[in-house]
């Protein structure tokens, strides 16, 4: 394109309503789609929680794996992943104290394990931030 040349216009398509990347749906059907469709999540916790029951099968689904470690190759089932964060989470409560006015530091390599740790974190209401070995105190603050 030469220099002080406008670009070319994009033409026009016919039809009005645009196409959003998300799924290859139009935008306004779902900004149409009526509230008693729309599922009820309150924030991430209850999505990563209820992931599995959002499957077509769920009933199979549960024993699929949500989580896989690339480097170990161990895997967390939607099952395991809903009774880990379950059972994390009432023992952070009922014998750590810890309440929605507390924030959790995850001081761990990234693994498997950490997005269990902060959906039960999450569950109780808490802050979470997590923290790598590696990070100075500089990047803390």
């Known amino acids: 394109m030469a220099p002080g040349r406008p670009l070319p216009r994009r033409r026009s398509s016919s039809n009005p309503i645009r196409r959003a990347p998300h799924n290859g749906q139009d935008r306004s059907r779902r900004l149409q789609q009526p509230e008693q469709d729309r599922p009820d999540f ?68 990234p693994n498997i394990d950490t997005p269990v740790v902060a959906v039960a974190a999450w569950l109780l209401g808490v802050s979470v931030v997590a923290w790598a070995p590696e990070q100075s105190t500089d990047e803390l603050a």
Not at 68 to 94: C, E, K, N, P, W
């Open 42 to 109: 309150s924030g991430l916790p209850e999505y990563l929680y209820q992931a599995y029951e959002r499957l077509p099968n769920f009933d199979t689904a549960s024993s699929h794996p949500l989580l896989i470690d690339a480097r170990s190759g161990r895997s967390i089932t939607y099952s395991q992943f809903r009774a880990l964060a379950s059972v994390l989470a009432a023992s952070m409560s009922h014998r750590l104290g810890v309440t929605s006015s507390n924030t959790v530091v995850i001081y761990s390599t």
